[in-house]
């Protein structure tokens, strides 16, 4: 069964950093494309960042390109989501998401994937 487990949330300043991590149990990073995905008071879900197994290659949402930086080690079968200069419309719950898939409206997690339980991030001054 695919577990999720997300950590690093909290309550920072504008200007500020966070690393996020999620560690995945029941199956492998080496095979499968995991992502970051956020939902603000209100909002919908969306997808944040992603990274693909094999060649690591990363997608960015726009409003977070330049600032975020999401990365794997597949050893601890762990991947993270270092956030710097960080924003108030960054604020909300962040969830991670597996296997994932991008598609004409952005990123989603496959039918049979799974979430973890979400760990939420503040931005505020």
């Known amino acids: 069964q695919l577990q999720l487990v997300e950590s690093g949330g909290g309550s920072v300043q504008p200007g500020g950093s966070l690393r996020l991590s999620c560690v995945a149990s029941?199956?492998?990073?080496?095979?499968?494309?995991i992502g970051w995905f956020r939902q603000a008071p209100g909002k919908e879900r969306e997808g944040v960042s992603c990274?693909?197994?094999?060649?690591?290659?990363?997608y960015y949402a726009d409003s977070v390109k330049g600032r975020f930086t999401i990365s794997r080690d597949n050893a601890k079968n762990t991947v993270y989501l270092q956030m710097n200069s960080l924003k108030p419309e960054d604020t909300g719950v962040y969830y991670c998401?597996?296997?994932?898939?991008?598609?004409?409206?952005?990123?989603?997690?496959?039918?049979?994937?799974?979430w973890g339980q979400g760990t939420q991030v503040t931005v505020s001054s």
């Open positions: 998401g597996a296997p994932v898939d991008i598609g004409p409206r952005g990123m989603f997690v496959v039918d049979f994937g799974s």
């Open positions: 029941g199956f492998t990073l080496d095979y499968y494309a």
């Open positions: 990274i693909r197994p094999y060649d690591g290659s990363v």
